[in-house]
T-cell receptor
Framework: EPEVTQTPSHQVTQMGQEVILRCVPISNHLYFYWYRQILGQKVEFLVSFYNNEISEKSEIFDDQFSVERPDGSNFTLKIRSTKLEDSAMYFC?????????????FGPGTRLTVL | GESVGLHLPTLSVQEGDNSIINCAYSNSASDYFIWYKQESGKGPQFIIDIRSNMDKRQGQRVTVLLNKTVKHLSLQIAATQPGDSAVYFCAERRSQGNLIFGKGTKLSVKP
């Protein structure tokens, strides 16, 4: 069964450093998403991406964040200058279409720890 | 304000019993809801969904009920098994496709 994959599984970084989280969405999917989950809290939407541009972003997704699809398979989230409060699980998701009932499939997540 | 949330943070049931997990939403314009299961160290896994023009939808051992009058959503798991132990989130799907998650209910199944 096809699945969304994410690397690395755990990333530790110093405050102020840049990090890039990587995702490989399901191959025939066209819509991509990033969510985050701070420990013990709910999953929060960050950004959606389609046709090489951002479709929607939340207020969490400020100028420190960017997304890119550098090739035909990868989808990345970059945090330019990490802060302590960026520590969280980051989940990538993809869906085949963007219809109301189209299922988003989530990856296993990357745990980001900012020291 | 608009929110999707869960009534209970934890639920403990005996193996073989039925489980009911509840969710309240406040946006009456929401028209699609999903239940996700999240096991420890993993991403959310789709369980079942329901459109607002439905009251009930059944899957394998799971049933979702939607009461639009009181803006309440529930997930029923029949014959709960140890493998059902996880955190369950309801989520609201809006027009642009991003999901609005509730806080989650942790289900623990006692053998």
């Amino acid at each position: 069964e096809p699945e969304v994959t994410q690397t690395p599984s755990h990333q530790v970084t110093q405050m102020g450093q840049e990090v890039i989280l990587r995702c490989v969405p399901i191959s025939n999917h066209l819509y991509f998403y990033w969510y985050r989950q701070i420990l013990g809290q709910k999953v929060e939407f960050l950004v959606s991406f389609y046709n090489n541009e951002i479709s929607e972003k939340s207020e969490i997704f400020d100028d420190q964040f960017s997304v890119e699809r550098p090739d035909g398979s990868n989808f990345t989230l970059k945090i330019r200058s990490t802060k302590l409060e960026d520590s969280a699980m980051y989940f990538c998701a993809s869906s085949e279409t963007k219809g109301l009932a189209d299922t988003q499939y989530f990856g296993p997540g990357t745990r980001l720890t900012v020291l | 304000g608009e929110s999707v949330g869960l009534h209970l943070p934890t639920l403990s049931v005996q193996e073989g019993d039925n489980s009911i997990i509840n969710c309240a939403y406040s946006n009456s314009a929401s028209d699609y809801f999903i239940w996700y299961k999240q096991e420890s160290g993993k991403g959310p896994q789709f369980i079942i969904d329901i459109r607002s023009n439905m009251d009930k939808r059944q899957g394998q051992r799971v049933t979702v009920l939607l009461n639009k009058t009181v803006k309440h959503l529930s997930l029923q798991i029949a014959a709960t098994q140890p493998g059902d132990s996880a955190v369950y989130f309801c989520a609201e799907r809006r027009s642009q496709g991003n999901l609005i998650f509730g806080k989650g209910t942790k289900l623990s199944v006692k053998p």
